[in-house]
């Protein structure tokens, strides 16, 4: 009934094969803080994991969805607590026929965390984690005391504004509307804010969830919105990225011509550990293993996703997430798959290990960049 196992090396939907790309670039270990010992992630078991979760992936195909039922659009686990408003009827919200790949795509997400973080040396909370991890973890999460929710905002995901409805809900701002300027730390209330019986409480009793979207179209996202127009970041990165990877660019080059590739190399010679928010992987930013999140959101379908959360939650009817902005031109898969395709395959293959646990645990397929595909 189910479809048949991927063969080691195979990888979904005529992408690249996975062997060549794991054995070029090791996956990495989280290196050991001062505050607990290192945690391994063997090759193996990631691999494991790729396969599992590339396997799981097939299920989306139209002669298995027909086989499925609906899944629950509630959290699991949470269906008798007082801080939520009132359940779904039976059966969930109404959702139409194209939406079953999105159902299994959730599935495939909670089965394949429970997979990887019920291995052994897994953590299994954040006080796991050596303490430069968890100093990262814990500046992510957004808190909302008065509606009970912790939020782990992934740059390039929506979070401005989920910010921004954070602070409609506290009462500092009047709307989301997105036209208004809006500082990123003031007026929010982070975990890394809280003393550690505080932050343990609301991990135990508070509504978990996060955002995460396809990781080389957040790359490209990030990619586009920095380096083409953030000076700062042109002046901080970029300048340093051209030096780097560009023969003859001379000692001070502007920054404001990174090309794509360029910005790939950078990627390649990074500590996945220690790159800026907005390319470091959601896996680090946001530890899934160490935080039992109890909703894992898409920027697939974003307002529909956070507008459930919003409900869950019990926020007030009128505060909705803000609608996508008429001019607002996001980085769409043409888009990345034009970048990909430019791109030497050799430095795709140094990549793609650095996200692949966004990609296995998220449940995004691997880039079809085949010469057949990039000839289409």
Wanted: aromatic share 10%; charged share 25%.
């Amino acid at each position: 009934m189910f479809p048949r196992p991927l063969t080691p090396l195979a990888a979904p939907n005529g992408a690249e094969p996975l062997g060549r790309a794991l054995r070029r670039a090791p996956l990495g270990r989280a290196r050991a803080g001062l505050g607990g010992p290192p945690l391994l992630l063997p090759s193996m078991l990631m691999f494991a994991v790729i396969v599992a979760s590339s396997g799981l992936l097939l299920m989306i195909e139209r002669g298995i969805l027909a086989e499925m039922k609906p899944l629950p659009l509630h959290p699991p686990g949470r269906e008798g607590a007082a801080w939520r408003g009132k359940a779904p009827k039976p059966g969930g919200l109404s959702l139409s026929a194209g939406d079953a790949d999105l159902q299994v795509r959730q599935d495939v997400r909670n089965r394949t965390l429970r997979a990887v973080c019920g291995q052994p040396g897994m953590p299994r909370d954040p006080w796991d984690l050596p303490v430069g991890q968890r100093r990262t973890l814990l500046r992510h999460i957004l808190v909302s005391d008065r509606y009970r929710f912790l939020y782990c905002y992934v740059p390039k995901v929506a979070c401005s504004n989920w910010k921004r409805v954070l602070k409609v809900l506290a009462g500092v701002l009047d709307s989301v509307d997105v036209r208004l300027k809006m500082d990123h730390r003031s007026d929010l209330v982070f975990l890394a804010d809280l003393r550690p019986e505080e932050i343990r409480y609301r991990l135990q009793h508070y509504f978990k969830f996060l955002f995460v979207r396809d990781p080389l179209e957040r790359l490209l996202s990030a990619y586009r919105n920095k380096f083409g127009e953030i000076r700062e970041y042109q002046q901080r990165y970029g300048a340093e990225i051209v030096r780097r990877y560009r023969a003859g660019a001379g000692p001070s080059p502007a920054g404001d011509d990174v090309t794509f590739p360029e910005f790939l190399r950078y990627l390649v010679d990074e500590d996945p550990e220690r790159m800026n928010e907005h390319w470091m992987p959601v896996y680090h930013l946001c530890q899934p293993c160490a935080v039992h999140y109890d909703f894992v959101g898409s920027y697939e379908r974003l307002e529909a996703d956070a507008n459930q959360v919003l409900e869950w939650v019990r926020a007030p009817p009128q505060v909705q997430f803000p609608a996508r902005q008429a001019w607002y031109r996001p980085a769409s898969p043409e888009s990345l798959h034009y970048h990909l395709c430019s791109a030497p395959r050799a430095l795709l293959q140094d990549v793609l290990p650095k996200y692949i646990l966004d990609f296995s645990l998220f449940a995004y397929p691997l880039p079809n960049v085949t010469k057949e595909a990039c000839q289409q």
